[in-house]
């Protein structure tokens, strides 16, 4: 089978296509021909990670990983002995975070737990833009503790025109807040077309210096230092951001909690993320019959084209998910 691949760490122009054994599934495995695989951040990041301390996890000289790609949708081709859940011709998403990755190919092959039937009436190329994003747009929007959001809540989302942002942004508009979310001028009616409320252009305002308080931001980025987003906060309120280069993300993880004990306002980063939860994903696909979230879009790339694809989403073009299509 094709299947994109890299070696060591570096550039987009790491990546290339290769011809490679396709896996034969066994025990509770599930080999499965994948159909569409969205692009993501974490595929750029995991090329020259992103923070650099990720190398402890991934491979310190180079990638322990050699495929490329998290999300993936597809249709179920065989089945180890051990499979329960699925049969060959099942229409199955999963985020492939913790299974090797390597969604940018022919075929997958994960333990059954990886994967879930797609939603109904949902096409494979659209459930291939939620398992990674979607839910952790969803998982942002909620506390370890279990606090959410709730009606009425000033929610903003930092990033609104990203992977994560558009979901966010739907799920907090679905779940009655008034939105206001982020983005650069070429992207504010992408942005407003996906229901937000407000809609702040970056390269004009610093939300953090606006009088308007917030009552949960989700930054996808640590665009702003803790101590300038706490201010953007009302009474309660809740600041958590996704990722960022190295410091950033020691200072979320560290700094934020820290300067939360005692102040009725929390920050910090978002840490309690499980990769396609099943209830999260029960949630998604709630919303998604409801009509109340919907997967936008922007361009296909055929596999031949993943290194353009990458690039087009690493230089910001995207409004909206990038799919590579088999
Ligand atoms: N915490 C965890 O467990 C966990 C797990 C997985 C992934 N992550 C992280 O989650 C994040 C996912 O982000 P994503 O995929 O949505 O990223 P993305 O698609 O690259 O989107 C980035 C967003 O940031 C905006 N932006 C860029 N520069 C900005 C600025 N100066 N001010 C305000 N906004 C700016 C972009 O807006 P424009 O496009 O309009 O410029 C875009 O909306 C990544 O950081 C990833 O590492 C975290």
Not at 52 to 68: E, K, T, Y
Not at 148 to 157: F, H, K
């Amino acid at each position: 089978m094709r299947a994109a691949v890299r070696d060591e760490y570096g550039s987009i122009d790491v990546v290339r296509l290769e011809e490679v054994d396709t896996p034969v599934p066994t025990g509770d495995q599930v080999l499965v021909r994948v159909r569409a695989a969205s692009v993501n951040r974490g595929d750029l990041d995991g090329l020259a990670p992103r923070p650099n301390f990720a190398r402890l996890f991934m491979g310190v000289r180079s990638p322990r990983n050699h495929g490329v790609g998290l999300d993936v949708a597809g249709v179920v081709e065989a089945v180890g002995p051990a499979v329960t859940r699925f049969k060959p011709g099942d229409e199955v998403f999963g985020d492939m975070f913790v299974f090797g990755q390597g969604t940018f190919a022919e075929y997958v092959c994960a333990p059954e737990r990886a994967f879930a039937l797609i939603p109904t009436g949902m096409s494979l190329e659209e459930a291939s833009t939620l398992p990674h994003s979607a839910v952790l747009a969803v998982q942002a929007l909620r506390l370890r503790n279990g606090r959410t959001i709730e009606a009425g809540d000033r929610v903003l989302i930092d990033g609104a025109s990203g992977n994560v942002g558009p979901f966010a942004l739907q799920v907090a508009k679905a779940r009655g807040a008034e939105v206001t979310g982020v983005c650069r001028t070429e992207k504010v009616d992408f942005v407003r077309s996906l229901g937000a409320d407000h809609v702040l252009d970056y390269t004009k305002v610093d939300y953090t210096k606006a009088p308007e308080r917030y009552d949960w931001i989700v930054d996808t980025d640590s665009h702003h230092s803790i101590r300038r987003v706490r201010r953007a906060l009302r009474p309660n309120g809740v600041y958590v951001t996704l990722g960022g280069t190295a410091m950033p993300i020691l200072a979320a993880m560290v700094v934020g909690p820290l300067i939360s004990v005692g102040s009725d306002r929390w920050s910090g980063l978002l840490l309690w993320w499980k990769p396609f939860r099943a209830e999260d994903v029960e949630t998604l696909k709630e919303l998604i019959a409801a009509g109340k979230l919907k997967p936008v879009i922007d361009r296909r790339f055929p596999l031949s084209q993943v290194v353009d694809a990458l690039r087009y989403v690493d230089e910001g073009r995207a409004k909206g998910k990038v799919v590579i299509t088999m």
